[in-house]
């Protein structure tokens, strides 16, 4: 029995060491695979080292790194290993991927092969038509479809993160209160927590442009071919992406304008508009959260302007106060140094004495006040 429950353990063991994958293969079909890393390590070519990138308990930066046969993608919610004829998502069952799977299912379908099922006798132009959309190397639609997904996902988050900033900076603006500026804080965290995961890709895809030779490793078709075909000749396969996208669009726009030799290993013009296509969105992304911060520190300025006014309104109604203090001290000294027990011959039968002095007195006292307060705003200390 205690065999029986050692092997019980380390099955539950080993089946904790899985994870689930989804696979997209060339063919069109999809399915779920429930391997180890040590499976996933052997199928796709990949060391430890990069598959713990991969890791969903791990945090790591975003990263694309590209191998001999494989892309190794991580980027926030999405994490990927591509190669050349399947792409393995990581987690399928997270709700933040299912647009991403969805959005494979469509972009990796066989098109092309849909359309030549039962149209064996079609002109050659519709074939040569077809054959150019097959141009589109496997693993650059699906690093695109990653690409889009997360730019798309980080400009949402940031319209909706807009959504809720602005109102609150404008009820604060009105209304200094200690709810809104709690609602104003959240945000501001928010904002800088979105603020730095937008960072991160975009530094990621900036450090990809500026290296040619990482760009380079992204061609798993082209190392294939090469592999295969040591001596390529001119009439090399061309490496744009057929999908009807932003980096799709310019691609086919650099195609038609200034067509490049394919057969290059060092030619990565079109990878390098696929990825700048995606940087500049997520650039777009990042500016909108600059001009967030901005204006979420313009109304921070605004704020503390008028708290300093109302410290200095405090201010000045402490000056009155104290400046009517002095004066009432005064008459009471008066009215002090007359209540004493000491006999004044002036006093006997002189009863309207009492009445001037508590009437100059209170004259006195009236004119030090408004002489202090003329004062005071003649030197710039209290408002006009």
Not at 62 to 80: F, P, Q, W
Not at 253 to 265: D, K, L, M, V, Y
Not at 308 to 317: M, S, T, V
């Amino acid at each position: 029995m205690a065999a029986a429950g050692a092997g019980a353990g380390g099955e539950g063991k080993k089946r904790g060491a899985s994870r689930s994958w989804i696979l997209f293969d060339a063919a069109g079909e999809e399915r779920v695979l429930d391997a180890d890393k040590y499976a996933i390590m052997h199928r796709v070519d990949i060391n430890a080292r990069d598959l713990r990138i991969l890791d969903p308990l791990l945090s790591y930066p975003s990263t694309i790194l590209g191998r001999e046969r494989a892309i190794v993608l991580n980027l926030e919610h999405i994490k990927a290993i591509i190669t050349s004829e399947e792409v393995l998502l990581r987690d399928p069952s997270d709700e933040n991927l299912i647009p991403v799977v969805e959005e494979l299912r469509r972009r990796l379908a066989p098109s092309s092969a849909t359309q030549h099922d039962g149209k064996e006798n079609l002109s050659g132009q519709h074939d040569a038509e077809g054959a150019e959309e097959d141009e589109s190397p496997f693993e650059f639609r699906a690093l695109e479809v990653t690409l889009e997904a997360i730019c798309s996902f980080l400009d949402a988050r940031t319209t909706e993160l807009e959504t809720d900033a602005y109102p609150a900076l404008d009820e604060l603006t009105s209304k200094i209160s200690s709810r809104n500026l709690d609602r104003v804080r959240k945000l501001k965290s928010g904002m800088t927590r979105l603020t730095a995961r937008v960072q991160k890709v975009r530094d990621e895809l900036e450090q990809l442009l500026d290296d040619d030779d990482d760009m380079a490793d992204l061609y798993l078709s082209r190392k294939l071919a090469g592999a295969s075909s040591p001596v390529s000749g001119s009439g090399g396969p061309n490496w744009f992406p057929a999908s009807p996208t932003i980096g799709s669009k310019i691609s086919r726009a650099s195609r038609a304008s200034a067509p490049t030799i394919h057969g290059n290993e060092n030619d990565v013009e079109e990878l390098e508009m696929l990825l700048e296509a995606y940087f500049m969105q997520i650039d777009g992304t990042l500016n909108k959260l600059t001009t967030l911060r901005e204006y979420i520190d313009d109304t921070e300025d605004y704020i503390n302007i008028q708290l300093d006014n109302h410290r200095n309104q405090l201010i000045q109604l402490e000056l009155f106060l104290s400046s009517g203090t002095v004066c009432l001290s005064l008459y009471s000294l008066v009215a002090g140094v007359f209540g004493m027990n000491i006999p004044y011959t002036w006093n006997d039968n002189h009863g309207y004495v009492f009445k001037w002095v508590v009437l100059v007195s209170g004259l006195f006292c009236a004119f030090m006040f408004v002489s202090i307060v003329a004062y005071a705003r003649h030197k710039g200390l209290v408002g006009s």
